[in-house]
């Protein structure tokens, strides 16, 4: 069999390009993973338990050798959540702006720190479908 009646028998097609998907949801989908770290970092939170965040690369230069290495550290992850036991208020940030959930507020009341959970999985469905 040649090369040429092989390949006949697959059908051929051109690749469409691959289009850039819409930053909308690019910012939603940022934002939910966002959510989902403080949702980790509550739950430690609550429990009295240390938060270990994820992991990042970062680029170390050695100051003797001048060489140029790669180290894997924690990414720093800095609460969303504030306040005593008893009265605590959630604050949903963008990069470093605290966004407005309704217009001229930028902080949900929580309460008692037993409903910081439930409350930042409300926030999640709030983004997830697109509030």
């Known amino acids: 069999m040649s090369k040429a009646s092989i390949l006949s028998t697959l059908?051929?097609?051109?690749?469409?390009?691959?289009?850039s998907s819409d930053p909308i949801i690019n910012r939603r989908?940022?934002?939910?993973?966002?959510?989902?770290?403080?949702?980790?970092?509550?739950?430690?939170?609550?429990?009295?338990?240390?938060?270990?965040?994820?992991?990042?690369q970062k680029k170390v230069v050695n100051k003797e050798t001048g060489e140029t290495t790669t180290e894997v550290v924690q990414k720093r992850v800095k609460a969303w959540f504030s306040g005593s036991a008893d009265d605590m208020l959630l604050e949903v940030?963008?990069?470093?702006?605290?966004?407005e959930l309704v217009p001229?507020?930028?902080?949900?009341?929580?309460?008692?720190?037993?409903?910081l959970l439930p409350t930042i999985g409300t926030v999640i469905e709030a983004v997830a479908a697109g509030v």
Request: glycine share 8%; net charge positive; with cysteine.
């Open 11 to 19: 059908k051929m097609t051109v690749k469409q390009e691959a289009k």
């Open 29 to 56: 989908n940022r934002l939910l993973e966002r959510l989902q770290e403080q949702k980790a970092l509550a739950l430690c939170y609550v429990d009295g338990k240390p938060f270990v965040g994820p992991d990042k």
């Open 104 to 115: 001229g507020k930028t902080a949900v009341e929580v309460g008692k720190i037993a409903k």
């Open 93 to 99: 940030r963008y990069g470093n702006v605290a966004m």
